[in-house]
T-cell receptor
């Protein structure tokens, strides 16, 4: 399967713990995006990378959140000191940037986070 | 502020019936509009993309329309099937800048047998 993969698919943690999610994009894609989605809502943009450079971050991305894409391939999203409000589906998407706005984003299956 | 509004929020129809979902946007300058289908617990999958010059585009039983003047789009589903039960999300991209798209909240469609 050459699609976007995410790991883990589900994560249950206690409030105050740190969690880390991984995303493996489609191999030739140079852009990688992270979104958060709560029940009944559309995905909310968190951040994106062009190769290994993090080019934009949403104000939703508080200082407890950090994302990396060290070699321009896979990416990790870490949440420190989790809060119950962090419970959501975290989606990763990738695209091949051709310098136009028509790049289709291909989404992974998401990581469902539950903070108890 | 760029916004995408979808209606209805949810919809229940019987198998075999047709339905139409609506999307209004204020994204500017407009570049393209996509409709995504998201099955429960899965990531969204693109159904169609429409640019400024396109009025209608079909993908099987899905037909999308775009009126760039009124900034409205619709997704029409013909002869619905149980597998059409999902959330349908309208996503609009602006030209220029970082190309981060604006997502609607989605319409939840349930198809009953």
């Amino acid at each position: 399967d050459t699609g976007v993969s995410q790991d883990p698919r589900h994560k249950i943690t206690k409030r105050g713990q740190n969690v880390t999610f991984r995303c493996d994009p489609i191999s030739e894609h140079n852009r990688l995006y992270w979104y958060r989605q709560t029940l009944g809502q559309g995905p909310e943009f968190l951040t994106y990378f062009q190769n290994e450079a993090q080019l934009e971050k949403s104000r939703l991305l508080s200082d407890r959140f950090s994302a990396e894409r060290p070699k321009g391939s896979f990416s990790t999203l870490e949440i420190q000191r989790t809060e119950q409000g962090d419970s959501a589906m975290y989606l990763c998407a990738s695209s091949l940037d051709r310098g136009t706005p028509y790049n289709e984003q291909f989404f992974g299956p998401g990581t469902r986070l539950t903070v108890l | 502020k760029n916004q995408v509004e979808q209606s209805p929020q949810s919809l229940i129809i019987l198998e075999g019936k047709n339905c139409t979902l609506q999307c209004n946007y204020t994204v500017s300058p407009f570049s393209n509009l996509r409709w995504y289908k998201q099955d429960t617990g899965r990531g969204p999958v693109s159904l169609t993309i429409m640019t400024f010059s396109e009025n209608t585009k079909s993908n099987g039983r899905y037909t999308a329309t775009l009126d760039a003047d009124t900034k409205q789009s619709s997704l029409h589903i013909t002869a619905s099937q149980l597998s059409d039960s999902a959330s349908y999300i309208c996503v609009v991209s602006a030209s220029g800048g970082s190309y981060i798209p604006t997502f609607g909240r989605g319409t939840s469609l349930i198809v009953h047998p």
